[in-house]
C-alpha cells in the first residue's frame, strides 16, 4: 500500500521547490487543483 502522507509530503515539496502553484501542478498532471490540495499535507 502506498503511504499516501509520504507520497503528499514529497509532491507539496517537490512544487515548493520548483516554485510552482498547486494550480499549476494541477494543469501538468491534468487534475484539478482541488485534488492536488488533498495530496499535498
Do not use: P, Y
Amino acid at each position: 500500500m502506498i503511504d499516501q502522507i509520504k507520497t503528499g509530503r514529497f509532491i507539496g515539496a517537490k512544487r515548493k521547490e520548483k516554485s510552482l502553484t498547486q494550480a499549476e501542478v494541477a494543469e501538468r498532471l491534468g487534475i484539478t487543483d482541488r485534488a492536488v490540495s488533498k495530496l499535498c499535507f
